[in-house]
C-alpha cells in the first residue's frame, strides 16, 4: 500500500510536511470521539491557551482551522480586509506570490513590492508607501516571515518600525507557515495583528490544521470587515468561545490530540531549546553547502532561515535531478525549486522533531547524489564543516544527563 | 490525556464523527511524506478513481478537500453560482438551515421551503416555484439527502423528475454529507450535479476531508460563475489534475492512507452489502424505539433514514439528560437534539463501521439510560424487538463461512 | 492481511486474550529501544514497584519473563521444587490438568485431588492429606485460583488456614492466570508463596509476559531448589536486580511500556473500582444465564468466577455450535468447551477492559445465538435481567461527575 | 513516559533490539483476538510455510515460540539432547560463553573449545575431536553462527565438511540469533540439524519470538532425548501442528501479524537482496573504521560479520564512555563492550531494516563521539569512505525506477 516501498526509513527533509514524532503519532492513534463533550472541550480549551506560547501572545485570539496554509491565508484576509482594500505584498518567492494571488482574487488591491529572489523584502518601498500614504488607504502589510522558496527570513521588527515610524494603523498580516514553533516568533512585542501558521511545519503534525492567531486589532478589524467569508469566518468560533462549545463545525479529534503531545514536547524540550536547535541545524547546513562550494540562494546572513536553506546548483545542473535522484536512491526526500528557481535550488528542510544525526545523514546523502549528477564534491566534506560545528555547539540531552 | 477515561470502549453512537475501524486506524499510523513524489501521486489517483463508485458516478469529477463538510458546501456554491443568483433551499433542520444561512452569506437569493421538522423537502413548493419560473431564474436546487437532525431521508429521484418536467436547467446541488458510503447514492442515474460529503460520517475515517463530486454541467457552471473563492476553487484542482501533479496545497498523507483503506474496506464487504448493512441496523433501531413506546422523529416511512434515527422523547422528559447520563454512566455517546428539537429528541447514528451487536449494546444502553431519566420503559424490551428483526436478516460474515 | 474481515468491531468474550484499551494499545505503537538504557531501567523499576500492588504483597519480588502462563507455571515449580518432591494439586478444570501433567513432566510426584468439573477444590481431601503429612513429605500445594475452563474461584484464605492449622511448611503455589488484576487476590494477607498470572488476561495487553510474584519463603526455597532450569532461573534476574540491569535477557520494550499504560489506567481508575467492575460484570452475566433458563456449569455460589462464566448447554445442543455460529454471523468471540466438558459449555469471558454496555452487546449476540442453534431464548431476557441488576449498581464515571 | 525525551528520532545501532518498519508497527497495531478462530490458524500456517525461506530449508520444521533468544537456546537443547550428553561447543564471545553456561546447567558435559575473541570458532580442534570420537560419544556441535560481541561470522560449511569426512553423526545446532535474515544462511544446503534465531533481530520486529527450526534428524532426536522439557517442548507443538490447530498455548496475536508483514517486506525487497544490503551496509562500515584508524575486533575478513560491527578502541579510551556519550549527546544507541572486551570495544549494529543514510547518520555521529572522548579522529572521515564505497553500490529502489 506505500507504492514505492524502499527499505530503511524516508529522510524526509522537505520544508513540510515534516517528521511527526512518535509521540504524536501514538497520540493521533485513536478511534474518533464525539467532539461535543466535555472532554473535548477542556482539551479545546488547553490548546487555545498553549498555543499562544508559541506566537508569544497573551492579547492574540488562535483559531484551530481544519485546513491547510492557503485556507488560513484565506481566513486571515477575509476576516480582516474588505474587496477593494489596499495591501502592501512583498513577492520574494513561490509562496509570497500565491498569497498575493489569492489576496487579488479576493478582490483586495494589492501593491506588489518584488525582490530579486534570495533577498528579504523590500522594506525600503515600503516605507516609501507609507510615507506616501497620508490618508491610510493602505489597509494591511502582507508579509511572509519566512519565505519556504529561498530560505529568506524577514525582519519583522522593522516591518514595525517603520509603522510606528509614519503612525500608519495598517494591519501587519504575517504568514509564518514555516517560521511558527520554528523560529523565534513574538507577535505581542512586535505588534503583529494576524499570524498564520499550519499544522505539517514546525508543529510536526500531520497537514489539516490551519492555526491562525489575530490580534485585538484584528479582531476590532472584522467588525468592518465586508469579505464574503463563511467557513473561513471568525465570528462563528468567537461565537463557539463565549458559548464553551468552542468548534462551529466538527475538528478532527485525532489533530486535537496531536497537537497537545506537540505542544507537550515544545514544552518538554523547552521552546527556547527548539529555536535553537533549529538556528543550530541551519548553520550546520550552510556550513555544509559552504563546503561543498555550493552557494545559498538567500543572498545575505540577515535573511539565514532557520528552518531551510536553498542551495543554488551549478548552471550545468538541474536540481530536479537532485531531488529525484536523492528519492529514488537513497530515499530522502529533498524540497525542489519551484518557479523563477525550478531546476536551479534544491532545498533542505531542516524544520521540526529533527535532530543532529538525522541532518547529517541528509548532508551524507545529498554528496552522494551530487556525485550521481556529475557535481564534483568532495564526499564528506559537507558533513565534516558541519560536525565540526555541532562537535562545540550540541548539549547534552537534558533529560539523560 | 483523555480528560475523561472510562473503563472498557466508548460507544460511538453519534451520527459522525463516527467509529473508525482498526484498519483505517492501522492505515493512518504513519510519518508523513513528500507529497510530491510518485508514490502520493498514483495514490492520489486511485482514490479519485475509487472515490467515484460511491457516488455511483463516472461522468463526476471529485475533489478531496482539507475541510470539514461545512467547507465543503461552501465549495460546492462557490464553484458554481454568482452572488445574486437565486436558489431554493429545503429547511428541515439544523443542517439544512446552517447551510440555507451560509447561502446568505455567500450573497445567494435563497428561496427557503420550510417543512415542519421531521419531514422531508416539500417538493410541491418545489414544483410551483418552478412551474412559474419561465425565465430560470432559479440557479439551483439546494437539497440535503439526508437531513441528520431528524432521520429524514429526501427521496432525490422526484427532485429530478421535478425539474425534468419543466425543463428546468437548475442545477442540483445536494448535501450528502451524512448518507454517501451508507445509502444508496446514483449520482449519474438521479442526474444529480454536485454532491458533498465528508470523511467522518459514513467513510469511518476521522475529519478533515471534504469531498464534493462535480457532474458535467457544475464543471462548465464554473466557467460563469463570479462567487470569489480561493482555498475552496476547483480550477485550482482542474490545473493539477491535468499536471499530473493533483493538488494545489498539501494534502494530509495520513487521510490519503486512510480513504484507501476505508475504500478497500467497502469493496472488500462489497458496496451493496454495506447499503444493506446500514437499512438493516436502521430497521432494528427503528423497531427497538417503537417498542419503547417512543415515537420517531422522522414523521413517515418513506423518509426513514438508514443512517441515523431521531427519537422523540415525551414531553415532560429533557432529551439533554439522556445524553448527558448516556455518556457519564454508561461511555454511550448519543446524539443530542439541535435548535428546534432541542431537549425534545436524541439520536442514534448507526452509520459507518459497525455491526448489529453493537448496536444491540447501544439500545441496551439507551434502555437503561431512558430508566435513569425516568422515563417507564421495559428493559429488554428494545433489544428484544431489534434482535427479532435482526436474527432473521443478518448475513453470515462471507469470509467466515 | 486480516483473513476472516468482518464489519465492525468484533465482541472479544474469551477469557483471554482480552481486549487492549486504546490507551494501551497506544503506548505500545513504538519502535524498538536498547535496553540497556538508563530509561529502561527507570521504566522497569517503577513496574516491578507498581505491579506488587495488583498482586497485593510488599513482601513478593516480581519476574516480568517473556513467556506465557504455560512458561510463568514452570517458572514457578522449578525455581522452587525439586525433582522427586510431592505436590498436593487439585484438578477442576482443563487448565488445572494441564498444570498437573507439567508437574508430573517436572518429575515432581503429585497428588492430585480431583474434583467434579464445575466444583472448587476438595480442600477436606488437602486437609486430609496434610493431617497425614507428619513428616512434611508434601512440598507445596499447587492451585489454580480461577479455574478458566468451568468459571469456578477456589478460597484461597482456606488453603492458608488448613496449612497453619497443621504448621505445614509446603509452599501454596497459585496459579492466578485469570484472576490477578480482576479479582481481589492478597498475596502477603492470604501466604501465598508463589502467584502466576500472564498479560493476556486482566491486565488486557498482548500475550506475552508472564508475570511471577515469589514471596520470601519462595525465594529461600530457590535456594535448595534442584529442578533443572535456565531461561526461567529466578537467580538470573535477582543478580540483575542487584546489579540495577534487571534483564537476564532482551525484554519486549513495547510490553514494557504497555504495562506501564495497563497499571496507569488501574490505578485511575482505582484497584478496588476494578475489582467491583468485574463483580459486577460477572453478577449481570448469570443474571442472564438465569434468565435464559440455562445453568451455571460452576456448582456453587462460593466458587463464582468474577472473570468468567461457563454455561452448560442442553444435550441436545452442541456448545462448539455456538461459537462457531458466534463467530461466523455476530463477528463474536465466545470461549468453548474443553475437554471433558467440550461441548457441553461455552463461556463468556467478562475479563479485563470491559464495560456494561460491551457485554449487555454479548449478552445479546448470545440469545440470538442460542435461538441460531435452536435453544428457545426469549430474545431480550438475559439483557433485560442484567439490565435491571446494572442499573442499579453502575456507579457514574467519577471523572465525568 | 518515555523517561529520557530527547529531540528528533533515535539512532538505535545496537545489535537488536532493532527498527522496527513502520509497516511493520502498523501490522501489530491491534486488538488481541481469540487465537482459536481459523483466521489465525490461516495466517499460523502462512508464517510457518513462510519463515521456512530465510533459514532455506524445505525438511525443517520451525516453531515460532513466545519466548527469547535464550529460551530458544533451551528449546533446541532439551529436544534434542539428554542429561549427560557431550556437546563441542566454540567459545568466541559473551554469547557462546552464555550458551555454555547454559548447556553446562543443563546438564550436558560442554568440551568448551575457545578462540581469542575477535577470532572465529577453531575448527581444528573439532576436527581433532570429531577424529578421536570413534564412538561418538559427542552429540552435538553447538556453534554460534554470528558472534554479536566481536563481530565475527563463522563459516559453517566448513563444520558440515568436517562431520562428513569423518562420518560423524552429531547434530549441528545453530545459534543464529543475529543472522536469520540478514546473512546467507541455507540450512538444509549446510546440513544444520536445529538453528535458532529470535524476533527482535534481522526480522525487526519486538522481543518476544524465539523461532526455532528443526531439520528431519533433530526431530527423531527428540524420540530419545530426556530432557526435562515442559513449555520448550517440540511434542506439543506437533501435537497441535497435527490437529490443525498450531498453538500448545496462547501466542502473542500482534507479533503473528507482525512477523507476517516483516516477512512481506523481506520478500518484497528480495531476500537476496536484503542480504547484499547487509553485506553492503557492513563493509561501508568497516571502510569508516579503517578511515578512523581504528581496528576491527574481528581479526580476519572471512569472519567479518554482515550484521554486527565491533570497534576496538585505543588502550587510553573506555569503549563504554562512547556508548554513553551516544546517547546522551546525539541520541545514538550503539552497543557496548561486553565482558572481556568490556571498555575495549563498542559496537555498530548494522542489522535489520536499515538503508544507507541511516548508517552514515549513525557514523557521523560516533566521529564526534570519538573527538567526545578524546580520540584524535578527523572530521568526516568515516563517512567519506563510506560515501565512497556505498556512491558505487548501492542500488536505485527498484519500485521508483
Not at 478511534?31 to 479545546?44: D, F, G, Q, V
Not at 494603523?169 to 516568533?185: C, E, K, N, R, Y
Not at 497537545?260 to 531549546?273: M, S
Not at 533549529?278 to 546572513?301: F, I, S, Y
Amino acid at each position: 500500500m506505500d507504492f514505492a516501498y524502499g527499505p530503511g526509513r524516508n529522510h524526509l527533509f522537505v520544508p513540510g510536511p515534516t517528521n511527526i514524532p512518535e509521540h504524536v503519532i501514538r497520540a493521533m492513534n485513536r478511534n474518533n470521539e464525539n467532539h461535543r463533550t466535555p472532554a473535548i472541550t477542556t482539551l479545546t480549551k488547553t490548546l487555545l491557551d498553549d498555543v499562544k506560547k508559541i506566537f508569544k501572545t497573551t492579547s492574540g485570539i488562535p483559531f484551530l482551522i481544519p485546513t491547510t496554509g492557503t485556507g488560513a491565508w484565506e481566513s486571515a484576509l477575509t476576516n480582516t480586509l474588505s474587496p477593494g482594500d489596499r495591501t502592501v505584498s512583498f513577492l520574494i518567492g513561490q509562496f509570497s506570490l500565491l498569497w498575493i494571488e489569492q489576496q487579488k482574487r479576493l478582490n483586495f488591491k494589492v501593491d506588489v513590492v518584488e525582490s530579486e529572489w534570495g533577498q528579504g523584502a523590500d522594506l525600503d518601498a515600503l516605507e516609501s508607501k507609507l510615507a506616501s500614504d497620508k490618508t491610510h488607504t493602505i489597509k494591511a502589510i502582507c508579509i511572509v516571515h519566512n519565505e519556504t522558496t529561498t530560505g529568506v527570513t524577514n525582519d519583522l521588527t522593522k516591518v514595525r518600525k517603520i509603522l510606528d515610524k509614519y503612525q500608519h494603523p495598517a494591519l501587519i498580516i504575517v504568514d509564518a507557515v514555516s517560521s511558527i514553533g520554528a523560529l523565534d516568533f513574538r507577535m505581542d512585542e512586535w505588534g503583529v495583528d494576524v499570524v498564520v501558521t499550519s499544522s505539517q511545519k514546525a508543529l510536526s503534525l500531520p497537514t489539516g490544521m490551519g492555526i491562525v492567531c489575530a490580534g485585538p486589532k484584528a479582531i476590532e478589524a472584522t467588525k468592518s470587515a465586508t469579505s464574503v467569508r463563511s467557513f473561513f469566518d471568525w465570528n462563528g468560533y468567537l461565537k463557539c468561545y463565549n458559548l464553551g462549545t468552542y468548534w462551529p463545525y466538527t475538528p478532527s479529534i485525532q489533530l486535537l490530540y496531536g497537537l497537545r503531545a506537540a505542544l507537550d514536547l515544545v514544552f518538554e524540550e523547552g521552546f527556547e531549546n527548539v529555536i535553537l536547535r533549529h538556528k543550530r541545524l541551519a548553520k550546520a547546513t550552510r556550513l555544509a553547502v559552504e563546503a561543498w562550494g555550493l552557494k545559498n540562494c538567500c543572498q545575505k546572513e540577515e535573511w539565514y532561515s532557520a528552518s531551510v536553506t536553498a542551495i543554488v546548483v551549478p548552471p550545468n545542473i538541474d536540481s530536479g535531478e537532485i531531488v529525484s535522484r536523492a528519492w529514488k536512491r537513497y530515499n530522502l526526500s529533498l524540497g525542489g525549486g519551484l518557479n523563477k528557481v525550478a531546476g536551479k535550488v534544491f532545498r533542505i528542510g531542516h524544520v521540526g522533531h529533527l535532530n543532529e544525526l538525522q541532518l547529517l545523514g541528509c548532508l551524507a546523502g545529498v554528496e552522494m547524489t551530487l556525485k550521481d549528477v556529475g557535481y564534483p564534491v568532495k564526499l564528506g566534506s559537507g558533513v565534516a564543516a558541519a560536525s565540526a560545528y555541532l562537535l562545540n555547539n550540541v548539549p547534552l540531552i537534558p533529560s539523560r544527563i
